[in-house]
């Protein structure tokens, strides 16, 4: 079966194909970082417009670097939710719309599942069940996955998740948009234990999240510190360190929680370099392994979402021609596979 995956929840055009049996043929990426910089975080509605400029090109080139027709394309998969409602609708209405005049069938897929399974695309996959840390701008959870679509929700962020306080701290420190890698480059270069920050919610039982907090603390601190760059460098690595150990505290539990030994990390977040290292070394303690994408599959693609639509498509999962987004969408209320 050959997919054409559609990803346009946020601010990243994402077009890709996949083939079960040759695998990934072509993917294509068009970010508008630029566009929303001026602005310090995403325009809804320039996005939805860009997305709409962006797409067909990036359709057509992706068809061209897979060396692949329509008429090789056996289903359409297009994200669906979560995400940006105008934005989701550009990939929707492309994506049904396409898959109607080639006579495919068309498959929605949920974002976070297309992030849960990018470790799929890789060469060495998990097996099933594994526990999964889901980590990006929108979303922190941990996931009991037993298989494709039977997902149970652990725990989840209460207020803002990893990513949004990674972004929202670096508007803080006043790094341009988008913060959160700039200010994980920016800790590359604090000193350790100049300033030890709170672990939220670590000294009580469960598996939720809360990061709200320690943004305020963040915050404090900044104001009551020097305002030169190697303060700043201190404060970064800091923070990032008390988010860092934050999710570690929590996958332990999970996995504890579970009796599993595989951890899968996913998402925008997923390719922090100190997030991958302390769980890397976490994981070789419990004996156990750790899975995530290459950096390019961390962030939105369309190669997660053809690949998590191929495996909805080969189930007999297909679309109606209603087209519909669905802006908020709870990941284990998706059907088993």
Not at 22 to 34: E, F, I, N, R
Not at 157 to 171: M, P, R
Not at 286 to 297: A, Q
Request: aromatic content about 6%; charged content about 25%.
């Amino acid at each position: 079966m050959r997919v054409l995956g559609i990803e346009t929840s946020c601010d990243e055009t994402g077009i890709a194909i996949y083939d079960d049996e040759q695998g990934l043929l072509s993917h294509t990426l068009y970010s508008q970082v630029k566009l929303h910089a001026d602005y310090g975080g995403v325009v809804p509605e320039l996005a939805s417009r860009d997305h709409v400029r962006k797409i067909v090109p990036l359709i057509k080139q992706a068809l061209k670097d897979a060396n692949t027709t329509a008429d090789e394309i056996d289903g359409v998969a297009y994200t669906k939710g979560p995400g940006l409602i105008g934005a989701i609708l550009v990939g929707a209405c492309v994506g049904r719309s396409l898959a109607l005049s080639w006579g495919k069938p068309a498959v929605g897929v949920h974002h976070m599942e297309g992030h849960l399974l990018a470790p799929m695309l890789e060469d060495d996959a998990p097996e099933f069940p594994f526990v999964a840390l889901l980590v990006s701008g929108g979303h922190s959870m941990l996931v009991d996955v037993k298989g494709i679509g039977e997902y149970e929700v652990l725990g989840e962020s209460v207020d803002d998740a990893a990513g949004e306080a990674f972004d929202k701290t670096a508007k803080l420190m006043g790094l341009d948009y988008p913060g959160g890698p700039r200010l994980a480059k920016l800790a590359q270069q604090g000193l350790p234990a100049n300033y030890k920050f709170p672990r939220p919610m670590t000294d009580r039982p469960g598996l939720d999240f809360s990061f709200s907090g320690l943004k305020t603390f963040t915050a404090n601190t900044i104001a009551a510190e020097p305002d030169d760059e190697q303060t700043r460098a201190n404060i970064a690595r800091a923070f990032e360190e008390a988010v860092v150990e934050t999710l570690a505290i929590k996958c332990k539990r999970a996995l504890k929680q579970t009796g599993y030994q595989r951890l899968v990390i996913a998402g925008g977040v997923s390719a922090n370099q100190r997030l991958r290292q302390s769980l890397a070394e976490m994981m070789q303690s419990l004996n156990g392994e750790v899975f995530y994408p290459r950096g390019e599959f961390c962030t939105d693609n369309g190669a997660m979402i053809a690949y998590a639509g191929m495996q909805r498509l080969k189930a007999g999962q297909i679309e109606g021609l209603e087209v519909k987004g669905q802006p908020r969408w709870p990941l284990d209320t998706l059907p088993p596979v």
